[in-house]
């Protein structure tokens, strides 16, 4: 119908496939002689090209798949709809080909970037002005923070050690009229002969006493408190009047001839011992009950199935040493009761629980809640702030003599219920933590153990994982809980490229805590560590060197509002004070590069030190004449022979001068 087409006909109607997509060998073509069998493959494609529509050009192409059968058409492997607008494809024309394939090798080059303008910022660029910003704020908020500390902060009282109001109430003892050393345990205290006075001493009073025998005597040393002799020492630290006058120490002495000077002697350390050995440890017990704030008490439920999970251990042991203790956790109306098979009952109210966090048996052996509480109860007459009760779901302990084959049938069947039982009991201790998150307050948090890391907070190296609101390691003793909110920065320490670890240093809100230090964190760790703080909002630093931290921290509890005026944590950042200067330097570098005039070069040598000019002028002047001589092998290899040449000439030279001095001098001494 149209002969004018032939000629845009393409060479080949389509080409057979099998092993390879397109077997050369049986192209459908006036040259191929090769007979159609049953089962072969042919791709049938016809095309026309080189077609005009006005100016453009354009091609038309269709193809289909089939399949040759035995005395049946040939089975059809596309069908599809035939109209236009499902099956047609437009392409582009030629030019916007080869813009499309240029774009694609400058993308391969890393010049163009997928879904990224120049206006674009990396992760650690917003990352690092996401801690400028935080840095900022915190210096500020530090400062109001102080500030309204000192103001509502009250002076202490001191309370002086006074054991008798008045002479009047001094013990009527002969020891005491007769002006020997006398122990009152009723009032505590001592009352010493001094210069021919009973002199009263509080057993508060006194640091240690020591008795010695030297000769004939017998020797009873005291060495009591006094202000600026207890360095490093928190007992006796506070004095009513730390200006007035205080005796430091007091010696008696006794004659081993006098036998009841020597028994008073000897009675009186005895008793002085025991008077502060029970001064001491009331002291003790006195300081553990501080932070302990009474509870409520528990209001039990009287619905029977109240939650309820059974064969738990508790953490710390409510039994002996190293004694587990099971028992079984009920959440009644305002808290937690853990009833143990045998020993005394703990109760946890819901107001006191400050963190609640459930970990499950996911790389662990064991499954357990944590309750980190706002103040810590008594058990044993020993205060707690972190209780936990926990299950085991696997062996602790592996026989690593017994043979094992991958293959045996035991070994499978053992495992599989090995993850049916740990499956089953985190899913026991998920409906506890659901049915107690509907009755009460309490909200349980999971630990991310995707941004854990390795670190050692105490004695070995843990898994440390962060959770919603702290960071907490909750499976060997010690456990670990750092709330974040009371976190005011993280400092890096000993971060460099040749080292493998870096330690982590956290620096509380409230200056006179302790600070906490996780040390020897895998080097690997930094980035996810850094991202996981500025997702938290908390400003970090880091350094080359390791700080001392008791010096940084009492610096700032003397004088806080000082070191804040004088710039505060901006001296463990060292971009901090560069800030401006770098945005000084990125605006001149947006104006490109200019080039430089004849007078440039006088302008820039003024910019360095003497030093550096003479050392940069002589390296100029050797780079010069080698750049302007350009001499080949052949002429630098002359000059060197002519300049041995000239160094022999010159040793021969002064051989010569050294002959002919001796000559002169050997004359000189034959005419003498």
Known sequence: KKPALVQHVTKTAGFATGIEFCENSLSISPRNQSVAREGMVFCIALGLTELKSGEDKYALFIGDTVAVRKDQPALLFTPSKKKVKNIAIFLQDDREDDADQEDLELAAEGAILENRTRQELTAEEKRKGRQRELGHQLNEAARRRVLDKDEAQAPKNVKSAIAYKSDLYLPREPDCEKLLLFVDPKHEAFILPVCGQPFVVPVSALKNCSKTEHGDFMYLRLNLFCPGNTLGRAEGTNFAHPSSTYVKELVFKASTKDSKANNNLQTAFRLMKEAQKRYKTREAERKELEGVVAQAALVLSQNRSVPRLKDLYVRPSLGPANHRSQGVLEAHTNGFRFTPYKGEKVDILFNNIKHAIFQQSKGEMIVLLHFHLKHAILIHKKKYADIQFYTEVGEVVTDLGRRQNMHDRDDLESEQAEREMRHRIDMAFKSFTDKVQQISTVEFETP?????????????????????????????????????????????????????????????????????????????????????????????????????????????????????????????????????????????????????????????????????????????????????????????????????????????????????????????????
């Open 448 to 672: 991310f153990r995707d941004l854990g890391f390795f670190g050692v907070p105490h004695r070995s190296s843990v898994f440390m994982v962060p959770t919603t609101n702290c960071l907490v390691h909750l499976i060997e003793q010690p456990v670990t809980c750092t709330t974040l909110d009371e976190v005011e920065l993280v400092h890096f320490e000993r971060v460099s490229f040749h080292l493998k670890n870096f330690d982590m240093v956290f620096v509380f809100k409230d200056y006179k805590r302790k600070i906490f230090m996780v040390n020897s964190i895998p080097m690997t760790s930094l980035d996810a560590i850094k991202e996981w703080l500025t997702t938290a909002d908390i400003k970090y630093t880091e350094g080359l060197q390791s700080l001392n931290w008791s010096k940084i921290m009492k610096t700032i509890n003397d004088d806080a509002s000082g070191f804040f005026e004088s710039g505060g944590w901006s001296f463990l950042d060292p971009e901090s004070g560069s800030d401006n200067g770098d945005d000084d330097d990125s605006e001149e570098g947006d104006g490109g590069y200019q080039p430089s005039e004849s007078g440039s070069d006088e302008d820039s040598d003024e910019d360095y030190t003497s030093e550096s000019e003479d050392s940069g002028a002589e390296e100029d002047d050797s780079d010069d004449s080698d750049e302007e001589s350009g001499k080949d092998w052949d002429e630098l290899e002359e000059e060197a022979i002519e300049a041995d040449k000239e160094i022999n000439e010159d040793s021969d030279s002064g051989r010569k001068r050294k002959l002919s001095s001796h000559h002169d001098h050997g004359a000189k001494r034959r005419r003498h």
